[in-house]
């Protein structure tokens, strides 16, 4: 079953510029989660945030949650042509996490 | 600390064979899952164990699909027979609990079913 929804599908950006992407899912949960996944490899973790969290840092990575609009969103600053990769959101809400279909960053120098 | 590993990392076989893989999760985690990535896709969860026991195998096609996890550690997925539909990345994860916890990723296998 799909319970996180990336958006958009697909970005593609300069070095230097800001990628933002978008999460959505349905059901209440108790975090939310962003990986990863360079190309050919497994999927690494990025950040997790608590339900009762509105925002955490790590590094140039920004994440924000809105449980009302059942939304968040990861922010990158300053992207890197090592930044290009897919991401995605992660739900828990029972006992297993439940990832969404991912956002594609391609970062060109 | 050691990653997870996973093998084989690629596979090829035809239809209504058999295939197996194997996992080693980060040692002491309790919780081990199989996902099953398709190109394009998100991973979708096949199997949770929590140390030797099934946790959730809701969306594991049982009918051609088994894992096991024995002694709570090691784990292999089974597919017999393969369809071709079964192409995919199949992905170990592990953790030290539940779903608050972070998942740590093997590579994945990736099976190819002509």
């Known amino acids: 079953s799909q319970q996180g929804e990336e958006d958009p599908q697909a970005l593609s950006i300069q070095e230097g510029e800001n990628a933002t992407m978008n999460c959505s899912y349905k059901?209440?949960?108790?975090?939310l989660q962003w990986y990863r996944q360079n190309s050919g490899r497994g999927l690494v973790h990025l950040i997790l945030?608590?339900?009762?969290?509105r925002e955490k840092h790590s590094g140039r990575l920004r994440v924000t949650l809105d449980t009302s609009k059942k939304s968040s969103s990861l922010l990158i600053t300053a992207s890197r042509a090592a930044d290009t990769a897919s991401y995605f959101c992660?739900?828990?809400?029972?006992?297993?996490?439940?990832f969404g279909k991912g956002t594609t960053l391609s970062v060109s120098s | 600390e050691a990653g997870v590993a996973q093998s084989p990392r690629y596979k090829i076989i035809e239809k209504r064979q058999s295939v197996a893989f194997w996992c080693n999760p980060i040692?002491?985690?309790?919780?081990l899952y199989w996902y099953q990535q398709i190109l394009g896709q998100g991973p979708k969860l096949l199997i949770q164990f929590q140390n030797n026991g099934v946790v959730d195998d809701s969306q594991l096609p049982k009918d051609r699909f088994s894992a096991e996890r024995l002694k709570g550690v090691d784990s292999t997925l089974k597919i017999q027979p393969a369809k071709l539909e079964d192409s995919a990345v199949y992905l170990c994860?592990?953790?030290?609990?539940?779903?608050?916890?972070?998942?740590?990723f093997g590579s994945g296998t990736q099976l190819s079913v002509l």
């Open positions: 992660a739900t828990a809400a029972g006992t297993a996490l439940i």
């Open positions: 040692s002491g985690h309790a919780t």
């Open positions: 945030i608590r339900s009762n969290e």
């Open positions: 994860a592990s953790s030290r609990g539940g779903p608050n916890e972070k998942l740590f």
């Open positions: 059901t209440s949960i108790n975090n």
